[in-house]
């Protein structure tokens, strides 16, 4: 069971990344899976979240209205489009196989996001 981000980088205040989340060795369509993020000095943050049966989506406020969750199940893989970013979006961006975040899900190693000019 194996989860791997890609997508980040360097991007100027206002751009845009998109994040992939691939699964390998289960089938993501299973799961709810969760995009996480930590800035240098703070806590592991909650950003979004799709469920597995309704496909249902959900945002921190701070990033609703910039960010869209989306999931290709064919391609095993989850996508965090990331709008108008800002600053404060700078963190390592990760994605588990749930909505909670807990130690027993299964974690991808992070893809570090940088928003600055």
């Known amino acids: 069971v194996q989860l791997v981000e890609s997508g980040g980088g360097l991007v100027q205040p206002g751009g845009s990344l998109r994040l992939s989340c691939a699964a390998s060795?289960?089938?993501?369509?299973?799961?709810?899976i969760g995009w996480f993020r930590q800035a240098p000095g703070k806590e592991r943050e909650g950003v979004s979240c799709?469920?597995?049966?309704?496909?249902?989506?959900y945002y921190a406020d701070s990033v609703k209205g910039r960010f869209t969750i989306s999931r290709d199940n064919a391609k095993n893989t989850v996508y965090l489009q990331m709008n108008s970013l800002k600053p404060e979006d700078t963190a390592v961006y990760f994605c588990?196989?749930?909505?909670?975040?807990?130690?027993?899900?299964?974690w991808g190693q992070g893809t570090q996001v940088t928003v600055s000019s």
């Open positions: 588990a196989t749930s909505c909670s975040g807990l130690p027993d899900d299964a």
């Open positions: 060795g289960f089938g993501m369509d299973y799961y709810a």
């Open positions: 799709i469920t597995f049966v309704t496909g249902s989506t």
